[in-house]
Structure formats: structure tokens, C-alpha cells
């Protein structure tokens, strides 16, 4: 069966759109991770680092409702005999209260973040000039908000596959929301590595130009490379000895298509995965090495081989149709 190209252009839309949408979930717990080490030294540096990846969240967090609407949209437009009003009218059933409710709640996060970014602003200009730490109390108010924050993208990602028009045969509501939950953790897990490698540039920029709103420090700024370099690498992982196990068992079946109706299912599963194992490699380089300043463009390209790396099923199936 031949793809519908219109179809394959909005699943590649909608990777990107994904990248974009797991880096600004997760980007304000990076933030608040780093506020936390603020209180054993470089408080201003913490402090701005904070405030920089909570602004990155918020510049990307148009990407999550556009995500969800856009993918309902293409989902409902298969229908026959839709109007525009009749499937606008499906966010408002409980069939599509998953998404009405995940946005809503993605909203109320990312109104979290922007509360953290100036209370993180505020924390910066209260900050006594030298001082190298700060009381938990000076960093409660944008801990708690950029928690929140979080809390909300994680819950946006759990509503968005709740069956609120009804529990699938033979499940209760609590084994429902254990498995939704598990889903969600895994996803949110999985996330980070879009929000390190989104961070990376940023923090790769600040080394390279060696201030951050304020002059940098050598430690500084190879501590910021190498923070958001190990959410990237903690994020990828579990996915790619996952998805290596899975592309080996293609691999190794004997007789036939490696998939029954799809000859091609070993090249969709090994490109990507080749272009994500050396994003990873490069993530890990930089947390890795003893001089990452050195290797400052390995930032950039990561970022650009995760882009790749999704971009592949989609332009796989637009060349091989």
C-alpha cells in the first residue's frame, strides 16, 4: 500500500514538533535541578544558568499543543463526511477530553516556568555582590514554580492517553492509571534527551563566548556543557539498547520479511538508530572528556543528528513509496 505524502509530511512535522515539545517538558526540571546545586557554590551562575534553560522551554512550548490539536486534526480529517465545526466540536467529548485536558494543563505549566524565570530574575538581583551560595529559602519560590512546571508537562503527557471515553474491556481504573503512568514516567524519562541536547548549544554558546550573563569561570562553564550533556546521555540510553534489541531481533529472523507487509522494516529501524547512537556518542564525549571545551561543535551537531535521527521514517517512506 502506497503512503499518503500529505500524511508522511505531517508524521515528519510532527517529529520535529516532538523534539521540540519533549525539550521544553522537560528543560524546566533541568533548570530546577540546577538551582538546587546553586546552595554549594557558583549561586549566580545557577542562577542565570536556571533562567536561560527556563526561557528555552517557554521560546519551544508552543510545540506541545500544536503536537497534540494538529495530530487529533489529521486523525479526524480521515473521517468521512466531517465538517471543520463537527471535529472542532471532539475536544469537547469525553473521546477528546485527553487533549483539551493535556493542553490546558501544559498551559498552566508552562505558566509555572515563565513564574520561575522571573522569580529566578528577582533571586539573581537580590544576590549579595560575591556571594558563591544562597539559602534554600532565596531559590523557594522558582524551585517550587519550575517543579510545578514539570509536574505539569508530566501529567500533560499522562492525560494525553487516558481513556476518558471509556476503560478498555477487562480494566479498572487503577490498573488504567498504573499503566498510563508507567507511559508517562517512560516518555518524560526519554524526553530528557531532547531537553540536554536543546540545552547544549546554549550552554556551549555561553563556554564559547565565556560569560552567562556575567563572566564565566572555566569550572562554570565546562559544569554547563557537561550538565546538559549528561541529561542527554541519561535520556538516550534506556531507548537505544531498547531499540538496538528490538532492530537486532529484525535482524535475525530467519525466511521472510523481517515484518509481514514490510520489507523495509529493518532499514526504518537501523538508519535512525545509527543517526541516534551518534548523537549519543557525541553527548557523551563531551561529558566525558576532560577538556569539553575543546570539542564546544559536538553541541550543535548532537542536537542536529537527534533532528536527523527523527526525520528518517518519515523521509525513508517518502523515498522508498
Not at 36 to 43: C, E, K, M, N, V
Request: glycine share 10%.
Amino acid at each position: 500500500m502506497t503512503p499518503d505524502p500529505s500524511l508522511t509530511l505531517w508524521h515528519w512535522c510532527a517529529a520535529l514538533l516532538g523534539v521540540a515539545a519533549n525539550a521544553s517538558a522537560t528543560l524546566p526540571l533541568m533548570a530546577a535541578l540546577a538551582l538546587i546545586l546553586g546552595r554549594r557554590g557558583h549561586a549566580a551562575f545557577c542562577l542565570a544558568g536556571a533562567a536561560a534553560l527556563a526561557r528555552l522551554g517557554l521560546a519551544l512550548s508552543a510545540a506541545w499543543p500544536a503536537l497534540v490539536a494538529g495530530d487529533a486534526l489529521v486523525q479526524l480529517s480521515r473521517l468521512p463526511d466531517a465538517t471543520l465545526a463537527r471535529r472542532l466540536a471532539v475536544f469537547f467529548t469525553p473521546a477528546g477530553a485527553g487533549i483539551s485536558l493535556s493542553v490546558a494543563v501544559w498551559c498552566a505549566g508552562m505558566a509555572c516556568a515563565f513564574v520561575g524565570l522571573r522569580a529566578c530574575a528577582r533571586a539573581a538581583a537580590a544576590l549579595p555582590p560575591g556571594t558563591d551560595n544562597y539559602s534554600a529559602r532565596a531559590i523557594s519560590v522558582p524551585l517550587a514554580a519550575l517543579l510545578a512546571a514539570a509536574a505539569c508537562a508530566l501529567a500533560a503527557f499522562a492525560l494525553r492517553n487516558w481513556p476518558f471515553a471509556g476503560l478498555p474491556p477487562g480494566m479498572d481504573a487503577w490498573r488504567a492509571a498504573g499503566t498510563v503512568l508507567k507511559h508517562a514516567f517512560r516518555a518524560y524519562f526519554a524526553a530528557l534527551a531532547s531537553g540536554g541536547a536543546v540545552g547544549l548549544p546554549l550552554a556551549a554558546g555561553a563556554a564559547r563566548r565565556g560569560s552567562f550573563h556575567g563572566s564565566l569561570t572555566t569550572a562554570e562553564a565546562v559544569g554547563g556543557v557537561r550538565w546538559c550533556a549528561v541529561w542527554a546521555v541519561a535520556g538516550c540510553l534506556p531507548q537505544l539498547l531498547e531499540r538496538w534489541g528490538v532492530a537486532l531481533g529484525l535482524l535475525l529472523r530467519g525466511g521472510g520479511p523481517p515484518v509481514p507487509g514490510n520489507p523495509h522494516a529493518v532499514l526504518f529501524q537501523l538508519v535512525p538508530l545509527a543517526l541516534l547512537t551518534l548523537a549519543c556518542t557525541a553527548w557523551a564525549a563531551l561529558l566525558g572528556r576532560r577538556e569539553p571545551l575543546r570539542m564546544l561543535p559536538l553541541a550543535p551537531t548532537g542536537l542536529a543528528l537527534l533532528i536527523l535521527a527523527v526525520s528518517a521514517p518519515p523521509a525513508l517512506a517518502l523515498m522508498v513509496r
